[in-house]
């Protein structure tokens, strides 16, 4: 036994070496499959090291569980200045520490000869055991369309446990777990916890905090602090309890956050408020009562270590994060919003979308349909609606408006003191009317056949005060509750292969779309605005979102306004405006909600709609690949970005748009490097003549390109054969 665990820890120790020696040669971003995470333990039995050639954990073992490293393999930098606890539990009201030690001298950094000399707080909960595996899923993800092809669920890595019980004195029964997961390619891990009630009565989790990192802290000043001064380290955060924002920044501020750290002396700033301590934990709750042989699981946090400042590079990791952790957000339906659900207008328009190659209809905000409805007949044409959609190969869905409406003063949540709703009006989810709504989306979707949800105005944190509610029990456990209800539910769609247009970061729960990012009233523009608008949106959306995790818009009828100019109906007479605005969206890759009560009129307009479809789903793999931000439209010159999938045949497609009345014909310098290619490359365009293309040794290429005016032009990029 001793010397097959000894066999083992030399296999990970020549992987992790085999991993080091890739990340000098090898970049990250172009190919994963060199980084594989290891978890082995050091020959003295006294640490834990998780690494994948990127990032390294180290984790001490005795006196007590402690993080004591955390760098970066590909630039040498140490992320950790400071040993924290692994965790705090707050239990009955009194604050306890899971791990950690105590004595280091200087909280600025940390040296490896003083950890000889460290000891753990008698108080802490203590490190009884640990054990290693591979991560789990942590939901179902029934794959019944189209996806990207290289995504893996569950995620390839390795797992690591800390069990922690009570010392002498400590809280009676209580025993957390502290998980951790490292991944194969990618520099993040994630963490969480689980608490157990292991004693003869229950007790309260008040708060807790999942994650403690003492980081280095990115900026220094003396002074009171500037903008760059309160800027913390560059480590890209998310969670799964994220809501309230499209933006992963804005829906994860309840959920984490950077604070000072009162323990560190030593820092430049003279008020010492330098935020450089990543606390992951609610900032309300959650105010679980756990019963003897009870458990609590958090929610998840995920750390990225990001190894440069360039803003393309960061974001192209934070979209391998989701490609990894989230790969339903790779689904990326072309999608019909019906504006009618009369059922000649809905037979129509599923053979509308079978004629033209779209896979999704939805029947759309305004469209009459009710799933709320729980008359049999409502039931029975949904039946009837998705049987005739699924024989064309069609999906169908439809849209339910939650928290942004008021239902009654008992149901609506109860805000604190100098708080209102964040959408002005919003019923607790946990009230009977919440419970009750919430019953009725299971069992429409569980009988109709619709495959489809898309759920407007989702929870976006309100808190509840009542205690009255069925679901919750005060103001404490209100929006931990009224989040569990929610992401469970949208747990259960993933299971069932339900696709989830959700207008708020719901991806880690289960969602895989949101809106790219525009405002509403810009499509009553003038249609030539609106198509600047729409790459314009599309290129700020896309910097930290794939392509496919971001809806955009396309009005075929009226909007909000904006008249005949603003819109396309009658499709035919305006074929030139709908046509750019497929282009513009389906050549990055990114699918809008064509809103109106037909995709066509003429069967001109008919063979224009499904000309563009082929061609996208000809190209798919690399339209729906990464991009890489060349000019940002601004309706003055050419504008163009470039798809990048160095694991595809087709490793790159660069897309230029002309909104000028002058046709441009120019070469395009381009950086190649995150297509994988080097020295050559096959380069084929409409004209369909391959031609051979340098590149430097910066990885730049001269690419030529012509452009008709207020037209595209587009170039896939192969390995030249």
Same mark, same amino acid.
């Given at each position: ?51 994948? /050639? ?162 280095? &802290?990115?900026?220094? &000043? ?5 903008? &760059? ?77 990001? %190894? ?65 409805? &729980? ?73 109709? /056949? ?152 003429? %069967? ?118």
């Amino acid at each position: 036994m001793q010397r097959a665990s000894s066999w083992a820890r030399a296999c990970a120790v020549f992987l992790s070496f085999m991993a080091t020696v890739a990340a000098a040669t090898v970049d990250w971003l172009v190919d994963p499959s060199p980084f594989k995470a290891v978890a082995h333990a050091t020959p003295d039995g006294t640490q834990i090291v998780l690494e994948n /050639g990127l990032v390294r954990r180290v984790l001490q073992l005795a006196p007590n569980a402690a993080t004591v490293e955390f760098s970066s393999l590909t630039t040498g930098e140490s992320w950790l200045r400071a040993v924290k606890p692994e965790a705090v539990v707050e239990i009955d009201g009194a604050r306890h520490e899971v791990g950690g030690l105590k004595g280091q001298p200087n909280r600025a950094f940390l040296r490896p000869a003083w950890l000889r000399s460290m000891t753990s707080s008698p108080a802490a909960l203590r490190l009884v055991g640990h054990a290693i595996s591979k991560p789990a899923e942590r939901m179902p993800w029934k794959r019944v369309r189209h996806h990207a092809p290289d995504v893996h669920w569950p995620p390839s890595g390795v797992a690591l446990r800390l069990d922690f019980a009570p010392g002498p004195g400590g809280p009676e029964g209580v025993h957390v777990s502290v998980h951790y997961e490292l991944y194969d390619g990618l520099p993040c891990y994630g963490k969480w916890i689980t608490v157990s009630n292991a004693g003869p009565r229950a007790f309260t989790l008040g708060r807790y905090a999942s994650d403690l990192l003492a980081a280095v &802290e990115r900026t220094s &000043e003396v002074d009171e602090l500037s903008i &760059e001064g309160r800027t913390p380290p560059n480590l890209h955060v998310e969670t799964d309890m994220s809501f309230g924002g499209m933006m992963a920044t804005g829906a994860n501020r309840r959920s984490y956050r950077w604070l000072e750290d009162p323990e560190f002396l030593t820092q430049v700033n003279y008020e010492r408020r330098t935020p450089c301590l990543l606390e992951v934990g609610p900032d309300l709750g959650p105010g679980q009562t756990i019963p003897p042989g009870g458990s609590f699981t958090s929610y998840r946090g995920w750390v990225i270590a990001q %190894d440069s400042t360039d803003r393309e590079r960061c974001g192209l990791a934070v979209r391998r994060f989701y490609r990894t952790l989230a790969p339903w957000t790779t689904e990326n339906p072309l999608m019909l919003h019906l504006v009618s659900s009369d059922g000649a207008a809905v037979t129509n328009a599923i053979e509308q979308c079978a004629a033209v190659g779209f896979e999704m209809l939805i029947l759309s905000f305004g469209s009459g349909f009710n799933m709320e409805d &729980e008359r049999p007949a409502v039931l029975e044409r949904a039946r009837a609606w998705s049987s005739h959609a699924r024989s064309k190969g069609i999906e169908i869905g439809s849209y339910s408006l939650l928290a942004s409406r008021s239902v009654s003063k008992a149901d609506d949540v109860v805000m604190p003191p100098g708080l209102k709703p964040a959408f002005g009006n919003s019923p607790c989810l946990c009230s009977r009317w919440g419970t009750n709504y919430f019953r009725r989306l299971y069992q429409f979707h569980k009988a109709s /056949g619709f495959t489809l949800l898309e759920h407007d105005g989702s929870y976006p944190g309100d808190p509840c005060a009542s205690t009255n509610h069925p679901a919750h029990a005060n103001l404490a456990d209100s929006r931990w509750n009224q989040w569990r209800l929610i992401s469970d539910f949208y747990q259960w769609c993933r299971a069932e292969g339900i696709y989830l247009n959700v207008p708020d970061h719901y991806f880690l729960s289960g969602s895989s779309k949101t809106g790219m990012g525009y405002r509403e009233d810009n499509w009553s523009l003038p249609r030539e605005q609106q198509v600047i608008h729409t790459r314009q949106n599309i290129w700020d959306g896309t910097w930290q979102k794939l392509p496919s995790m971001g809806w955009m818009f396309v009005p075929l009828t009226q909007y909000h306004g904006g008249g005949a100019a603003a819109t396309i109906e009658p499709l035919d007479q305006h074929l030139d405006h709908y046509e750019r605005m497929l282009a513009s969206n389906l050549a990055l890759g990114v699918q809008a909600c064509y809103r109106g009560p037909r995709l066509f009129d003429t %069967d001109r307009t008919r063979d224009a709609v499904a000309k563009w479809v082929r061609w996208f789903k000809q190209h798919r793999e690399v339209l729906e690949s990464d991009l890489v931000h060349g000019r940002r439209p601004d309706g003055r010159d050419i504008d163009w970005m470039l798809h990048v999938n160095p694991r595809g045949t087709e490793k790159g497609m660069l897309v230029v748009f002309n909104p000028t009345d002058a046709p441009v014909a120019r070469n395009l310098r381009v950086n190649l490097h995150y297509t994988g290619l080097r020295a050559r490359a096959r380069m084929t365009d409409a004209s369909i003549k391959p031609r051979t293309l340098r590149i430097g040794p910066d990885s730049f290429a001269e690419v030529p390109v012509s452009v008709p005016a207020g037209g595209m032009a587009w170039v896939v990029l192969e390995a030249a054969r």
